[in-house]
């Protein structure tokens, strides 16, 4: 296994649609994401994920969905490749 090089870039290049059991031991996934058929909701779609903070960490890792905990590192067609750059430096833009 690849180690994580908190790029952020996986968060920001996967479609994650949580079950119904990470909605139940997350229950911010619900307030944010769209909810779809089956009891699965849709909280990104290529889009950085609404739980990704600007120093590139979960918001919400220890209960985050398990698309999520079962990615690994490396597993990202981005990986070692930052290409998200610029839109952190929006990001962080508008903060300031």
């Not at 290049?13 to 909605?23: G, Q, T």
């Not at 990104?44 to 999520?68: H, M, N, Q, V």
């Amino acid at each position: 296994m690849k180690a994580c090089l908190k790029c952020g870039e996986c968060c920001c290049r996967f479609i994650i649609e949580p079950h119904l059991a990470d909605v139940k031991r997350e229950p911010r996934i619900a307030k944010v994401a769209k909810a779809l058929r089956y009891g699965r909701w849709r909280l990104a779609c290529c889009d950085p994920c609404p739980f990704l903070k600007l120093d590139k960490t979960c918001e919400i890792y220890a209960t985050r969905p398990s698309e999520c905990r079962d990615f690994e590192p490396g597993d990202c067609w981005g990986y070692g490749v930052n290409t998200i750059d610029k839109w952190w430096e929006e990001q962080e833009a508008d903060q300031e």
